[in-house]
C-alpha cells in the first residue's frame, strides 16, 4: 500500500511540475523531496546510505549477468548457436527427406494438421529470409530457390551448414538467432510427426496396398445410375454377410449380469450380456444403417455333427448333445445351454463354415459371419465363456483342408481368444494373435492366462501371439499395439487367408470389458486388417462375430468396423457417444516390453 501511495505522490507530483514548465519543475520538485524527507523518520545520513547499498545492490547483479553471459554461456554468439542451429537444420532435412516418403494410412487426418502446422513455419522462415534486410543469406536463397523441392532444399542446407555460414557480423547472428527461433517451432513439430509416423510404422507397401485395395473391392458397379445420368458411375464394395435368424433362439436366462442366479432381493434382473437383442440391432443396423448398400446378405445353415469334429473331440460333442436331449443345462459358468441353444450353436458354426466357403470357392473377398452364441473361446473338449462351438477355428480348419497353407486369425474381442489358440497351439500354419484385457485365467474352463508366455508349443512355437493389454488402452494404444505387435508377425508370416474375430466388448462402454475403444479405433482396425489382407492374402478376408455386449454401442462399433474394411475415405455413421480421454502412455510402454520379448522370444520375429 505504502508502495502504491508513493507511486501515486510521484505521478502527481510530476503532473504538477510539467505544468509549472521548466523552471517551476525544479522548484516544485525541490519542495516535494524537502517534505518528503521532513516527514519520513530518515535522516538525509541515513537516506545517503540507503541509495548507496541499492546502488551496489545494481552494479554487483549486472556485474554477474554480464560475467555469465561472456565468459560461461556465451550462447548469444559462436559454436553454440551454430551448433544449435545445425542440429535443428538437420532434423527438418530429416523430416523433410524421410516423413513425405513414408506417411501412413493410418492417422493421415494427425498427419494432415502436422503438415499444416510445419508448413506454415516454414512459410514463415521464408518470408523472413526473404526480406530485403536478410535476403543476403545464402540459406534464404536455398528455400525460396527449392520451394517446390523439399529434398533438394534439405540437402543444400546440409551442404551449407558445413561450411559454417554463420561466421558473419552481428546483423547476420541477429538474424539467425530469429531463424533459429523458427526452426525450434519446426524442431516441435517434426518430433511430434515422427511420434505419430513411429504409430503407424508403415511402409511404402501400405500406399501401394491401399490403391490395390481401391480396386480389387470394386466389385459392383451398378449401371442403373450410371447410365443416362451426368453423375459419374456409383461404384460400391460389398460385404458378404452370412447371417441366420435360428440363432436369436439361443435364450442364456436371467440373473445377476452372467451367472444365471437370482438372489430374491432384487426387482429386476439383467438378461444374459449374451442376448439376442445385441445382435438384433447388429442385424438392423446393417440392413437400416447408411452402410446397408454395402451389404450383400446371405442365409447360413446349420453345421452337420462330421464338421465339427475337424476342430471338436467327440466326447465333447457328444456331451453337449446329450445335454441337449435332456433340456439343457449350464455347462460352465455363465454358460448356459438352453433349449434352442444347440440348434443355434450349430447354425452359427454352419454359417462360418458356408462364409468361409464363399472365400475359398472365389466368390467374394471380404465375409462376415453375423453369429452367436459367440465361439473364440470353446476349446477342441471344453465350452467356455458362453461359446460352445468355436466357429472361427472350425472355419479356420477348413481353410486348412481345402489347401490354405497359412492362416492367420487376428482376435480383438475383449478377452483371450483361448479356445482358437488352443485349437492350433501345435501348429505352425496357424498364427493366432489375441489382442485382449490382461484378465488372466478364470477357472476350470478358461485355465489359459493369455499372458505373453503362452507362445504354442513343437512346430506351433512362435505361432501363438498374445498382446495382453492393460485396461483402458483406448484407441491410439490399440494403434499401436496393431502397428508394432500385430503388422510385423502377419507381414513375415504373409498369410493365404485372415480371419479377424471381432468382438465389440472392447468398446469404452461394454459391461464385460475394459479397454475404452469407440467407433474410430474399430474402424482403424478394419481398415488395418483390410489392409493386411489386401497385402498378403489377395484380400481374402473373413471377419467372424464374438462378444460385444452393450446393446446399442456394439452395433455401432461393428457399423465402424465394417467401414473401416470398406476402407471409405470418411466415416459413414457419427459416433453417438464416444468420447473418451485417453492416456496412451503405459499401454505404450506395455507394447514396448511386449514387442520386446516378443523379438527375443519368437523365432518367426527374429528371422529376416
Ligand atoms: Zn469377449
Redesign the pocket.
Known amino acids: 500500500m505504502a508502495t502504491g501511495l508513493a507511486g501515486v505522490l510521484g505521478v502527481s507530483t510530476h503532473r504538477i511540475a510539467t505544468f509549472a514548465g521548466d523552471k517551476g519543475k525544479a522548484i516544485v520538485t525541490s519542495i516535494f523531496v524537502f517534505v518528503i524527507v521532513s516527514l519520513s523518520d530518515n535522516t538525509p545520513k541515513q537516506l545517503l546510505e540507503m541509495a548507496h547499498e541499492r546502488l551496489l545492490t545494481i552494479i554487483i547483479g549486472t556485474s554477474i549477468a554480464v560475467f555469465v553471459s561472456i565468459c560461461l554461456r556465451p550462447v548469444w554468439i559462436g559454436q553454440d548457436l551454430h551448433n544449435q542451429i545445425a542440429a535443428n537444420i538437420e532434423k527438418l532435412s530429416q523430416f523433410l527427406e524421410g516423413n513425405f516418403g513414408k506417411m501412413g494410412t493410418l492417422s493421415w487426418t494427425v498427419h494432415g494438421n502436422l503438415l499444416g502446422l510445419c508448413a506454415y513455419k516454414i512459410k514463415a522462415l521464408s518470408v523472413y529470409l526473404l526480406h530485403p534486410a536478410q535476403v543476403r543469406y545464402e540459406l534464404g536463397r536455398i528455400i525460396v530457390d527449392n520451394e517446390r523441392d523439399v529434398e533438394n532444399a534439405a540437402e543444400c542446407l546440409k551442404s551449407v551448414l558445413r561450411r559454417n555460414p554463420w561466421d558473419g557480423d552481428q546483423v547476420e547472428i541477429m538474424a539467425a538467432t530469429t531463424v533459429a527461433s523458427l526452426l525450434i517451432d519446426v524442431e516441435n513439430i517434426c518430433e511430434a510427426v515422427d511420434e505419430v509416423a513411429s504409430l503407424d510404422r508403415v511402409t511404402s507397401s501400405w500406399n501401394k496396398a491401399e490403391e490395390s485395395t481401391n480396386k480389387c473391392m470394386e466389385v459392383v458397379v451398378t449401371d442403373t445410375e450410371a447410365k443416362g445420368s451426368s453423375s459419374p458411375a456409383v461404384v460400391k464394395r460389398v460385404i458378404d454377410v452370412f447371417w441366420h435368424e435360428g440363432m436369436l433362439k439361443h435364450e442364456a436366462g436371467n440373473g445377476v449380469f452372467d451367472s444365471g442366479k437370482d438372489p430374491g432381493f432384487l426387482d429386476v434382473l439383467d438378461k444374459h450380456p449374451e442376448n439376442a437383442d445385441r445382435i438384433r440391432n447388429m442385424v438392423s443396423i446393417l440392413k437400416r444403417g447408411p452402410i446397408s448398400p454395402y451389404i450383400s446378405w446371405n442365409i447360413g445353415q446349420p453345421a452337420l455333427i462330421p464338421q465339427l469334429l475337424s476342430f471338436h473331440t467327440p466326447e465333447y460333442i457328444n456331451e453337449l448333445v446329450e445335454a441337449d436331449k435332456e433340456g439343457g443345462k449350464m455347462i460352465c459358468a455363465g454358460t448356459f445351454l438352453n433349449p434352442g441353444s444347440w440348434d443355434a450353436a450349430l447354425l452359427a458354426a454352419g454359417t462360418t463354415l458356408s462364409a468361409m466357403k464363399h472365400l475359398l470357392d472365389g466368390h467374394g473377398k471380404v465375409a462376415y459371419a453375423l453369429v452367436r452364441p459367440p465361439g473364440h473361446h470353446a476349446q477342441p473338449s471344453q465350452a467356455d465363456?458362453y461359446c460352445f462351438l468355436n466357429n472361427a477355428g472350425l472355419a479356420v480348419q477348413l481353410a486348412l483342408d481345402s489347401g490354405c497353407n497359412k492362416v492367420a486369425v487376428i482376435d480383438v474381442?475383449?478377452?483371450y481368444g483361448n479356445g482358437t489358440a488352443e485349437g492350433f497351439y501345435g501348429s505352425n500354419k496357424v498364427l493366432t494373435i489375441s489382442l485382449h484385457m490382461n484378465h488372466g485365467s478364470w477357472g476350470p474352463s478358461h485355465p489359459q492366462t493369455g499372458s505373453v508366455h503362452e507362445l504354442g508349443k513343437g512346430e506351433g512355437y512362435g505361432y501363438n501371439l498374445n498382446i495382453p493389454l492393460p485396461n483402458g488402452t483406448g484407441n491410439n494404444g490399440y494403434s499401436y499395439a496393431f502397428s508394432e505387435l500385430v503388422v510385423p508377425p502377419i507381414q513375415k508370416f504373409d498369410p493365404e487367408m485372415i480371419v479377424l474375430v471381432i468382438?465389440q466388448?472392447s468398446n469404452a462402454f461394454d459391461p464385460?470389458?475394459r479397454q475404452c475403444l469407440t467407433m474410430d479405433g474399430y474402424r482403424e482396425i478394419g481398415k488395418t486388417v483390410n489392409l493386411l489382407a489386401t497385402i498378403h492374402s489377395d484380400g481374402r478376408l473373413l471377419i467372424v462375430q464374438?462378444?460385444g455386449y452393450h446393446v446399442t454401442y456394439s452395433a455401432y462399433c461393428l457399423h465402424a468396423t465394417l467401414e473401416g474394411v470398406l476402407n471409405l475415405p470418411f466415416p459413414l455413421l457419427p459416433d453417438p457417444i464416444g468420447y473418451y480421454p485417453e492416456d496412451e502412455s503405459f499401454p505404450i510402454k506395455i507394447i514396448e516390453s511386449i514387442k520386446k520379448f516378443q523379438n527375443e522370444e519368437v523365432p518367426l520375429l527374429r528371422s529376416s
Open positions: 465363456g474381442d475383449v478377452h468382438g466388448d464385460n470389458g464374438e462378444g
